[in-house]
């Protein structure tokens, strides 16, 4: 079966300095990739996607991330966090022709002054 | 646009109780699809609806669970009767068909409603 995995629950990092969060998937065979981030009290935000083309896409508020097929990873990256963007993360992929999406299991980024 | 409108936000209701979550998709998108995310744990597809149809219930858990989608505009995911572990955030989200111009292959998705069971 088709699984997203984030390794990380929780990512403590202080603020302005990089940070990665890590998602593998089981296939890249037709893949489409998304990182989605939720805010506290609010839904589910996309950051950015990736469908084909260029494998480093970059997303809202300075996040990019790589998709890497031999690895079966699309890791999220940013070069400086802000307390601003602490919330959890979610990456998400969906295959083929597939509707659904399957998401892994979320990674908290707590950003320290 | 208004983007994915669901209500309510919260709700806490009593073991045995019924629950009904609505969900109002962006005008147009002809997908509709409702997730769950139990405490702790990743969210889960539970269902998929092309215009008024069940394209993919798949996800859902069992058949205290139903879900309608009137005339293919708003939807509704009936909890009757609930469990504990039906609490969790519900999600809605939408989408265009794939193929379709305005398509980006991802997805909209509403805030979420928070359901406790007690």
């Known amino acids: 079966a088709q699984s997203v995995t984030q390794l990380d629950s929780q990512v403590p990092v202080f603020e302005e300095a990089p940070v990665e969060l890590r998602c593998n998937y089981s296939?890249?065979?037709?893949?489409?990739l998304f990182w989605y981030v939720q805010y506290p009290n609010q839904g589910l935000q996309l950051l950015l996607k990736?469908?084909?083309?260029?494998?480093l896409v970059k997303g809202i508020n300075g996040f990019e991330a790589e998709f890497n097929k031999s690895q079966t990873s699309f890791h999220l990256r940013k070069p400086s966090v802000h307390i601003s963007d602490t919330a959890e993360y979610f990456c998400?992929?969906?295959?083929?022709?597939?509707?659904?999406?399957?998401f892994g299991s979320g990674t908290r980024l707590l950003v320290r002054p | 646009e208004a983007g994915v409108t669901q209500f309510p936000s919260h709700s806490v209701i009593e073991k045995g109780q019924t629950v009904t979550l609505r969900c109002d998709p962006i005008?147009?998108?002809?997908?509709l699809y409702w997730y769950r995310r139990v405490m702790g744990k990743e969210i889960k597809f539970l269902l998929h609806?092309?215009?008024?149809?069940?394209?993919?219930e798949s996800g859902m858990p069992n058949n205290r669970f139903l879900a309608e989608r009137t005339g293919g505009t708003y939807s509704t995911l009936k909890v009757q009767p609930a469990e504990l572990e039906d609490s969790g955030v519900y999600f809605c989200?939408?989408?265009?068909?794939?193929?379709?111009?305005?398509?980006?292959?991802?997805?909209?998705f509403g805030s979420g409603t928070r359901l406790t069971v007690v």
């Open positions: 989200a939408s989408s265009p068909t794939i193929g379709s111009l305005n398509t980006n292959y991802g997805y909209t």
């Open positions: 990736y469908l084909s083309g260029s494998t």
């Open positions: 296939s890249s065979v037709s893949v489409y």
């Open positions: 609806f092309v215009k008024e149809s069940k394209q993919d």
């Open positions: 998400a992929a969906r295959w083929g022709s597939s509707y659904k999406l399957i």
């Open positions: 005008s147009g998108h002809d997908n």
